[in-house]
């Protein structure tokens, strides 16, 4: 909670976005609160005293002291999704803390009404239950979220066919964060299915999101003849959002390099997009800047990060975090364009305000330091480069899994620090991770896995020429062995795309001097 906050807000309600651990013993959470000091100066501790009528008829606590390691915390939990009102705020001189007197709204309560009214039409009519779920994904816990959204399906708490619905789309959408774009597109369809089933769905908004996830989904794996035939029928379908369709389009475009199409689309979705909608004609801004910068267009990408800085500053606050984004992407243009110190400006400009305005541990860092590895990386100063690197993976794997397609990219990156640094021992450590997260999540004869045997093969070669150690090149050996194996999956024996493994394959049997083995697979 935010110090400005705790000025206004005392006539709020507020209700909890996850599991509240609180204590019976006042000098333990005392004790908590003054602990740890908040991660910048924007951020306060503050003291909670919870009011709670113990005759009221639903008793959304529990005391757990008796299943607690720590029994003297006196431990009081309060499930997810309490409504509390404020009753009272004030400073207190001789804790140095903010105080706040709440109490613990009861179902009947005229608050408790209130805000349930004001949810239900935020919500549309969508079930709370399944709304929670939608939460843990902003709140970036997906595993939460899918664990959530399964216990829903298993214990049957869906009401009808669209709530069915919404239940799939949730767990694609948590699939996609969680880096499964083969279990996201199963779901989407899932969804697709139940929305089929409804009679009440003809119109519904969420086929055509649905739709669209699946054109972005497909064009994630590279498939954008099926991408574009999603967004084609997003496009015919009612209640369709065309900006959202037309954004899409632009980013299959852009994968595909063809970048006067994709600025094409992105100005077919700011014409389609409300006056009002400010966040996303910000975001349409920033993404043409974006294809402008890598068609080497300064001028004109200069231009559209101006328009997204003015658009943003005409409701936020100057240390808004989300002008943080804008600022890396104007460095990140920068950098683009070979002017690596204006870029360093512009990403020590974003990070600052992010230092100042989140905290330490938010996942919005993790390309905050990505952006400053890649560009330590082109000035050449691989220590800088490997240290930014490093911060990026430990923020990475607070939220995700180590088999997740961004964890597996950072430590494929610091693999290849380390190996240009000539640290093979430290570059096979990381690679290793690479394969083994690629072993999680890859089926026989995919690409990345590949890739994953293949980057280790080419690591040993290179130890080899560096150290000749005979164990080296059987290492090498073994890997590019494995890689042809995986290849071999799906691909005949007389693939022309396999011609270059089988020459090194064949160069490393010829430098053990087993010349059959070497003339086998030179021929």
Request: hydrophobic share 35%; net charge negative.
């Amino acid at each position: 909670m935010t110090t400005k906050l705790i000025n206004d807000s005392s006539s709020y309600n507020f209700v909890s976005n996850s599991f509240l651990s609180t204590s019976t013993n006042r000098k333990k959470a005392l004790e908590f609160a003054t602990s740890r000091a908040p991660p910048n100066d924007t951020l306060t501790s503050i003291l909670l005293e919870i009011n709670v009528d113990l005759n009221a008829n639903s008793k959304p606590y529990a005391d757990i002291r008796h299943l607690s390691a720590f029994s003297e915390e006196e431990e009081i939990l309060f499930m997810l999704g309490c409504v509390f009102r404020i009753d009272d705020i004030n400073y207190d001189e001789q804790t140095k803390l903010w105080m706040a007197n709440l109490t613990l709204c009861s179902e009947d309560d005229q608050d408790m009404k209130n805000f349930s009214s004001s949810l239900d039409n935020q919500l549309k009519g969508q079930n709370q239950l399944i709304a929670i779920g939608y939460n843990f994904i902003d709140m970036l816990k997906y595993d939460d979220a899918q664990k959530h959204f399964e216990k829903i399906l298993k214990q049957n708490l869906a009401k009808d066919n669209i709530e069915l619905a919404y239940c799939y789309h949730g767990l694609a959408k948590a699939n996609e964060k969680q880096g499964n774009s083969n279990l996201s597109i199963e779901n989407l369809n899932q969804a697709l299915n139940y929305l089929s089933k409804s009679s009440s769905s003809d119109d519904h908004p969420l086929i055509s999101q649905c739709y669209n996830d699946l054109g972005l989904a497909y064009s994630d794996q590279g498939d954008y003849k099926t991408a574009f035939e999603f967004f084609d029928k997003a496009l015919q379908t009612k209640n369709n959002i065309p900006s959202a369709t037309y954004s899409g389009l632009s980013q299959v475009h852009f994968q595909m390099k063809h970048y006067q199409i994709a600025l094409e689309y992105l100005q077919k979705s700011l014409q389609s997009q409300s006056n009002t909608d400010l966040v996303s004609i910000t975001k349409t801004y920033i993404d043409m800047g974006k294809v402008y910068a890598v068609m080497n267009k300064k001028e004109e990408a200069s231009k559209m990060f101006d328009k997204a800085l003015e658009t943003q500053i005409k409701e936020l606050s100057p240390d808004h975090p989300d002008l943080a984004y804008t600022y890396a992407e104007i460095g990140l243009m920068y950098s683009q364009i070979g002017d690596q110190q204006k870029a360093l400006e512009f990403i020590e400009k974003a990070h600052k305000l992010q230092s100042e305005t989140l905290p330490n541990n938010h996942s919005d860092f993790a390309q905050s330091y990505k952006n400053f590895g890649n560009l330590y990386m082109k000035l050449g100063d691989l220590d800088k480069a490997l240290s930014y690197y490093e911060k990026l993976l430990e923020n990475q794997l607070k939220t995700l899994s180590s088999s997740h397609p961004s964890v597996i990219e950072t430590y494929r990156i610091i693999g290849h620090v380390y190996w240009k640094k000539r640290d093979f021992n430290q570059a096979s450590i990381y690679f290793n991770k690479v394969l083994d997260g690629e072993l999680e999540r890859s089926k026989p004869g995919d690409s990345p896995l590949s890739s994953a045997y293949k980057t280790l093969g080419e690591l040993y070669f290179d130890k080899y020429n560096v150290h000749l150690n005979e164990n080296d090149l059987n290492d090498a050996l073994n890997f590019y062995l494995k890689c042809l194996e995986n290849e071999l999956e799906t691909k005949l024996y007389e693939d022309e795309s396999l011609i270059n493994l089988y020459e090194v394959i064949g160069d490393i049997c010829f430098k053990k001097h087993d010349f059959n083995q070497s003339l086998v697979y030179y021929n």
